[in-house]
Antibody, heavy 122, light 106 residues
Framework: QITLKESGPTLVKPTQTLTLTCTFSGFSLNSNGVGVGWIRQPPGKALEWLAVIYWNDDKRYSSSLMSRLTITKDTSKNQVVFTMTNMDPVDTATYFC??????????????WGQGTLVTVSS | DIQMTQSPSSLSASIGERVTITCRASQDISSYLNWYQQKPGKAPKLLIYATSTLQSGVPSRFSGSGSGTDFTLIISDLQPEDFATYYCQQSYSTPHTFGGGTKVEI
């Protein structure tokens, strides 16, 4: 059974760096083809794809946010860490991590964490 | 980046109706198109991947079709639990962008 859970601060100040951890179980990030991604959703708005890291340490980022994002993995702890620098109130959103199975016919997110709401405010 | 445009942004439907949601990509994405369902306060749920493959456990009243730039999600025989927001996502090239969503309401 695959599960994922996001953890981190619920409130950050403008200009601060956000660090979120995705702790997962039921799969290994050492397994060929597997990935973990981050997606966010501002209140009342659409989903936004942010970043993904794959089993081979291949990392991909949102084009518009690339300069602010970092994603890393710790396979021994079954964790993926996501950081976003220079936070702004427009970055207020629910942040989700999700499992990406081996590609097969299409990259996709088949298991999601519950999400964590991060508010940016002074 | 590939832009994904969904239409309509919202629709009203009744139980038992057939609902059609469309998704258009800004360039050819072959069949690399996924659909998700999201209910308020919950994480999205994968419904369909690779345009038409039903995720395990998803009812057969959901179906997907299309290729290239134009795709469709059909819900036949709409059920009460289907009232939600639906998102398409392209996985042809990163960033794997999402559409703006379609809210299905009563």
């Amino acid at each position: 059974q695959i599960t994922l859970k996001e953890s981190g601060p619920t409130l950050v100040k403008p200009t601060q760096t956000l660090t979120l951890t995705c702790t997962f179980s039921g799969f290994s990030l050492n397994s060929n083809g597997v990935g973990v991604g981050w997606i966010r959703q501002p209140p009342g708005k659409a989903l936004e794809w942010l970043a993904v890291i794959y089993w081979n340490d291949d990392k991909r980022y949102s084009s518009s946010l690339m300069s602010r994002l970092t994603i890393t993995k710790d396979t021994s702890k079954n964790q993926v860490v996501f950081t976003m620098t220079n936070m702004d109130p427009v970055d207020t959103a629910t942040y989700f991590c999700a499992h990406s199975p081996p590609r097969g016919s299409s990259r996709r997110f088949d298991y999601w964490g519950q999400g964590t709401l991060v508010t940016v405010s002074s | 980046d590939i832009q994904m445009t969904q239409s309509p942004s919202s629709l009203s439907a009744s139980i038992g109706e057939r609902v059609t949601i469309t998704c258009r990509a800004s360039q050819d994405i072959s069949s690399y198109l996924n659909w998700y369902q999201q209910k308020p306060g919950k994480a999205p749920k994968l419904l369909i991947y690779a345009t038409s493959t039903l995720q395990s456990g998803v009812p057969s009243r959901f179906s997907g079709s299309g290729s290239g730039t134009d795709f469709t999600l059909i819900i036949s025989d709409l059920q009460p639990e289907d009232f939600a927001t639906y998102y398409c996502q392209q996985s042809y090239s990163t960033p794997h962008t999402f559409g703006g969503g379609t809210k299905v309401e009563i």
